[in-house]
């Protein structure tokens, strides 16, 4: 069964789509400026290169990469 979908909803779809990459944008912006966030990306981003290299080189599929450790912060309340 094909659904039709008026000129009002195709025009609602398209704000739905606009909105979402702009909030996409700007979530990029602000993971960017995120030093901290941006030297683990790079990082886990290196790794998932290794893996995907692994297997363009007939490597196992079932390797998994090692998790990254996760660094706990613990702030005093004043």
């Known amino acids: 069964m094909k659904v039709m979908i008026s000129k009002e909803g195709k025009a609602d779809e398209r704000k739905w789509q606009i909105q979402s990459a702009l909030s996409t944008l700007q979530r990029a912006e602000e993971i960017k ?9 790079k990082k886990a981003a290196g790794l998932e290169a ?12 079932m390797s998994a990469p090692k998790k ?10 004043k």
């Open 50 to 61: 290794k893996r995907l290299q692994t297997l363009a080189n007939g490597g196992s599929v």
């Open 68 to 77: 990254m450790a996760v660094k706990k912060v613990i702030t005093k309340k």
């Open 33 to 41: 400026n995120d030093t901290s966030l941006m030297r683990d990306v």
